[in-house]
């Protein structure tokens, strides 16, 4: 599954946000825990639901993402000055992550202050990637010491491959040194593949999402998401009249949350498919460039294992047909509209493809 982490400083709203995604009523404040929250989260999808009131099946199944709430106190000592730095732990737990949230405060509330005694969004995300910035240097660093120790007892193909790495870790210490993270660094494709064991923070995707007071539906001047904690976890208990009426009064778009799901999505470069019929419509994700049979490998080992081919319809397309001549027919129609088509092991699997993968094992 894939594993999203928020982040952000103490009472930033982020166990907030994590409660407006899960439904799961954690405790919200000061300090309020040490440990990671976990739960799992839905994604929305209008293609989904789309094909679920044409199937009408005994079940429907979204894609679903784990999400981690961290606590802020971990990252206490980017605000109070010190030169304390995160737990080993908590950075070794943030490494195992896809992706990164930071979830910054933009709302003023005396009741609740900022641990710095400020709002300032700017500060804040400099501060957290200053946090993650050091942490990888200080690992690049170590790597580089313990090269170092080594060399001399290394034979002369080790060392030649010591040099590379040494070369390589050299140029992301001074891309990092020069404000930039390695997600971003010039790097080939290859180098990218040797340096992914080292699970670098700032290698991570990221997404900023600004948590505003429920009268602002926006930030200016920044990139991000931002959207009332607080008051997207109140309409989780609204039906959806209720909420859209509330929306409206208070003059807050919908779909902030989807938005955010959406915008996680497209950073991981996952893509989504569909397993459609009676029983259940499912979505899947899968991985940009992921083929056909690591696609079948989502829905089960076996299938990816004695993979033989796939039948392959647009979700649009299916839907078109099956609106036209029924759910139980709407295979058939697609294929009689050449709207089908067979595929095999090469084929990269595209973003609302509808599979009924073929198999024997």
Same mark, same amino acid.
């Given at each position: 599954?894939?594993?999203?982490?928020?982040?952000?400083?103490?009472?930033?709203?982020?166990?907030?946000?994590? *409660?407006?995604?899960?439904?799961?009523?954690?405790?919200? !404040?000061?300090?309020?825990?040490?440990?990671?929250?976990?739960?799992?989260?839905?994604?929305?999808?209008?293609?989904? @639901?789309?094909?679920?009131?044409?199937?009408?099946?005994?079940?429907?199944?979204?894609?679903?993402?784990?999400?981690?709430? &961290?606590?802020?106190?971990?990252?206490? !000592?980017?605000?109070?000055?010190?030169?304390?730095?995160?737990?080993?732990?908590?950075?070794?737990?943030? #490494?195992?992550?896809?992706?990164?949230?930071?979830?910054?405060?933009?709302? +003023? *509330?005396?009741?609740?202050?900022?641990?710095?005694?400020?709002?300032?969004?700017?500060?804040?995300?400099?501060?957290?990637?200053?946090?993650? @910035?050091?942490?990888?240097?200080?690992?690049?660093?170590?790597?580089?010491?313990?090269?170092?120790?080594?060399?001399?007892?290394?034979?002369?193909?080790?060392?030649? #491959?010591?040099?590379?790495?040494?070369?390589?870790?050299?140029?992301?210490?001074?891309?990092?040194?020069? !404000?930039?993270?390695?997600?971003?660094?010039?790097?080939?494709?290859?180098?990218?593949?040797?340096?992914?064991?080292?699970? &670098?923070?700032?290698?991570?995707?990221?997404?900023?999402?600004? *948590?505003?007071?429920?009268?602002?539906?926006?930030?200016? !001047?920044?990139?991000?998401?931002?959207?009332?904690?607080?008051?997207?976890?109140?309409?989780?208990?609204?039906?959806?009249?209720?909420?859209?009426?509330?929306?409206?009064?208070?003059?807050?778009?919908?779909?902030?949350?989807?938005?955010?799901?959406?915008?996680?999505?497209?950073?991981?470069?996952?893509?989504?498919? &569909?397993?459609?019929?009676?029983?259940?419509?499912?979505?899947?994700?899968?991985?940009?460039?992921? @083929?056909?049979?690591?696609? #079948?490998?989502?829905?089960?080992? +076996?299938?990816?294992?004695? &993979?033989?081919?796939?039948?392959?319809?647009?979700?649009?397309?299916?839907? @078109?047909?099956?609106?036209?001549?029924?759910?139980?027919?709407?295979?058939?129609? #697609?294929?009689?509209?050449?709207?089908?088509?067979?595929?095999?092991?090469?084929?990269?699997?595209?973003?609302?493809?509808?599979?009924?993968?073929?198999? *024997?094992?």
């Amino acid at each position: 599954m894939t594993s999203i982490g928020l982040i952000g400083f103490e009472r930033s709203g982020k166990t907030t946000l994590f *409660n407006a995604l899960t439904g799961a009523g954690r405790a919200t !404040g000061f300090s309020t825990h040490q440990d990671p929250h976990e739960g799992v989260v839905p994604a929305p999808d209008a293609r989904l @639901t789309q094909l679920s009131q044409l199937y009408q099946p005994r079940k429907t199944s979204p894609s679903v993402l784990d999400v981690v709430d &961290f606590p802020g106190a971990g990252f206490a !000592g980017a605000l109070s000055g010190s030169s304390e730095p995160p737990s080993s732990r908590l950075l070794d737990q943030l #490494a195992q992550l896809d992706a990164l949230v930071h979830v910054v405060r933009a709302f +003023d *509330n005396d009741a609740v202050p900022h641990p710095a005694e400020r709002i300032d969004p700017g500060a804040d995300i400099e501060a957290m990637q200053l946090e993650l @910035t050091f942490a990888d240097l200080a690992l690049i660093e170590k790597r580089l010491q313990r090269i170092a120790q080594e060399t001399k007892s290394m034979k002369a193909a080790e060392r030649v #491959a010591a040099d590379r790495e040494v070369d390589l870790l050299g140029r992301l210490q001074s891309h990092l040194g020069d !404000g930039g993270t390695l997600l971003d660094a010039p790097i080939s494709g290859l180098e990218r593949a040797d340096i992914r064991h080292y699970r &670098f923070l700032t290698e991570r995707p990221m997404l900023t999402i600004f *948590n505003v007071g429920e009268d602002a539906a926006s930030i200016g !001047g920044v990139e991000g998401i931002a959207l009332s904690a607080r008051l997207e976890e109140e309409l989780r208990d609204f039906d959806d009249d209720e909420a859209a009426a509330y929306r409206e009064e208070l003059g807050v778009g919908a779909g902030a949350v989807e938005t955010a799901l959406q915008e996680t999505f497209r950073l991981l470069g996952l893509r989504t498919f &569909f397993t459609v019929g009676p029983d259940e419509c499912r979505a899947w994700t899968t991985r940009s460039g992921d @083929t056909a049979p690591q696609a #079948a490998g989502r829905i089960h080992t +076996d299938m990816e294992r004695g &993979f033989i081919r796939a039948e392959v319809v647009r979700w649009d397309d299916l839907l @078109t047909c099956g609106e036209a001549v029924g759910a139980s027919a709407a295979e058939a129609e #697609a294929k009689k509209r050449a709207l089908s088509r067979t595929e095999g092991k090469d084929y990269e699997v595209r973003d609302g493809d509808t599979l009924h993968i073929l198999f *024997n094992v």
